[in-house]
């Protein structure tokens, strides 16, 4: 493939051959400080700062105390480290692989995860030192998303051009076991509160599967949502599974009780990432399409009430709206 090829809703980039608008660290911002405030409140919120990072940003991960926040360049293959209390970038770039993409850290908040698209391997970042430790560890073709189970003994990583989810024994940095096959061009994964389900969207297939942690095994059938689903989030209680459909401008609910869809909520245009408040009561969704963030009212959502930031307006299907 060459440096413009895209593949399923994500496009590889070299020069100044895409631009990923990262409306992610917004998402973090709003989750951080918006909890638990009323909609009201969420709709007078604003940017309050904008910080320059590599080319591409792409993936973005806060570690567990707040104090930084790691961001994927995939235009110049390395990662930024953000100070959360000054907004200012800390050291050089971290240099990772070949279009890094997705990123996670450790519960301990030692070690950064990331999938480098281009090289098929992940980095591994030690969060004391900001270098790299180890070498790469080869996974599938085109890693994207990546989750580490809640004791961090564990990260899951789809491979988007294989089909595959591998798993990562993060005591050894070793893949362990056989690639889990799941649905066609994977992209985004999370993992159960309590770690023992992962939820993979399968970007070409219009689906996801859950796989059992304890066997790595896919378990029942792919579960259909919309059309390009690409983020995936996990209430705090395990009970619902948030899905962004990329190409529908919807959010697809899933009771992961009986792994089906209960509800679809309208958002904005090109919704990409999505993530989920401590407390549970509200859903942040990145709108790629329109620059803006769609929150949504987990207690109250019947399916019209959305909070579309960048308008400043209330709407069920309003025009807006990436990973975790």
């Not at 567990?64 to 926040?69: K, N, Q, R, V, Y």
């Not at 969060?127 to 899951?156: D, E, H, K, R």
């Not at 792994?259 to 909520?265: G, K, L, M, P, R």
Request: charged share 10%.
């Amino acid at each position: 493939m060459n440096q413009h090829t895209t593949v399923r809703g994500y496009r590889r980039v070299g020069g100044r051959a895409a631009r990923l608008t990262l409306a992610v660290t917004a998402t973090f911002a709003m989750v951080l400080g918006m909890a638990g405030m009323g909609a009201a409140a969420a709709a007078a919120d604003t940017v309050i700062d904008t910080v320059t990072v590599g080319l591409a940003p792409r993936g973005v991960a806060v570690t567990p105390d707040g104090a930084f926040a790691y961001v994927t360049n995939t235009g110049d293959g390395t990662v930024s480290v953000i100070d959360t209390s000054t907004n200012l970038v800390v050291g050089a770039p971290i240099p990772v692989g070949g279009f890094p993409f997705g990123v996670a850290i450790t519960p301990d908040g030692t070690r950064a995860y990331v999938t480098n698209f281009g090289d098929g391997t992940v980095s591994v970042i030690d969060t004391g030192t900001n270098t790299v430790v180890g070498a790469p560890i080869p996974v599938g073709l085109s890693p994207v998303g990546v989750a580490i189970t809640p004791n961090g003994s564990f990260a899951y990583v789809t491979n988007n051009l294989d089909g595959t989810v591998s798993v990562i024994d993060t005591g050894t940095d070793t893949v362990v076991g056989a690639p889990i096959p799941v649905g066609n061009s994977p992209s985004g994964v999370a993992i159960t509160p309590d770690g023992t389900r992962a939820y993979v969207t399968n970007n070409g297939g219009g689906t996801v599967s859950v796989i059992d942690t304890g066997t790595d095994t896919v378990v029942g059938a792919p579960i259909p949502v919309g059309t390009d689903p690409v983020g995936v989030a996990i209430t705090p209680d395990g009970t619902r599974a948030y899905v962004t459909n990329s190409s529908d401008g919807t959010v697809s609910v899933i009771d992961t009780g009986t792994n089906t869809v209960i509800e679809t909520v309208p958002v904005g245009i090109a919704p990409l990432g999505v993530a989920i408040t401590p407390d549970g009561n509200r859903a942040y969704v990145t709108n790629a399409g329109g620059g803006t963030v769609s929150v949504i009212g987990i207690d109250q959502c019947t399916g019209s009430l959305c909070l579309d930031f960048g308008s400043g307006t209330g709407s069920g299907s309003g025009w807006g709206s990436f990973f975790s």
